[in-house]
């Protein structure tokens, strides 16, 4: 009888804990399903950037908003940077060279002599030998350089020249820059413009600002050859052989 009662009573646990078995397999299924994201989600991964993050603010030049690089911000032009002269408003190229061993009418002499060879003999010059001045109306070739050996004629730079000259040193100053284009094969008018409407003008900013660049490497050129035959000869002793 006893025995019975005790069968009985082990044949309910074992169906309670069957049910509880059966319940925490069920619910641990659910789990796992739930850590398994649909692909068809918009929140799942594919590995590949948010089109949200791509950056429309590069545009094409044309300036048509439509997208040139799209994800790159294209900078804006930036124009040369020249030196204007607060008294003039001119652009203006100017420097002093310090030569301590170097006398006034050295100087002076070779000054002449470098602007002859380079401007032509036939060069107009305004001469204040008290004051050991000198100034020129310089011409020079001007070029657009296309590559390290091509270039083509855009007619030529012409500008004023000074030279102030002292014991043991000088200064240069270059200004009133104008470009003369090339003369028309019709043989009308070359066009003349001062480098300062090329510098300040709002329209055709890249071909302007093209010349100038132009100008400013040639015109640098120009001054580095000017300094060099300036510069005291190279005396060579002759007991130092």
Known sequence: MLRGKMTAIL???MKHISMIVLLMLAFGSTQLNAQVQDETTPGF???SPDSSTV???AVSEEGDGSPENPGVVSKPYERIVLYIDSATNLITYYGVMEQEESGSDSLYIRAKRWAAK????EIKVEVDKRNQKLTYVGRIPAYAYINKYSKRPLGVFEFKMTFLI???RYKYIITN???ESVKPAD???TNRNYFEYYYTSTTKIRENDTVLRM???DINKMIDGMIAALKDPILVDEDDW
Do not use: I, P
């Not at 380079?118 to 003999?121: E, L, N, V, Y």
């Open 11 to 13: 044949k309910e646990n």
């Open 45 to 47: 991964d594919f590995g």
């Open 55 to 57: 950056d429309t603010a």
């Open 118 to 121: 380079t401007f032509g003999k």
């Open 166 to 168: 002292k014991e043991g």
């Open 177 to 179: 820059l104008v470009h």
């Open 187 to 189: 043989g009308s008018k």
């Open 215 to 217: 100008a400013d490497r």
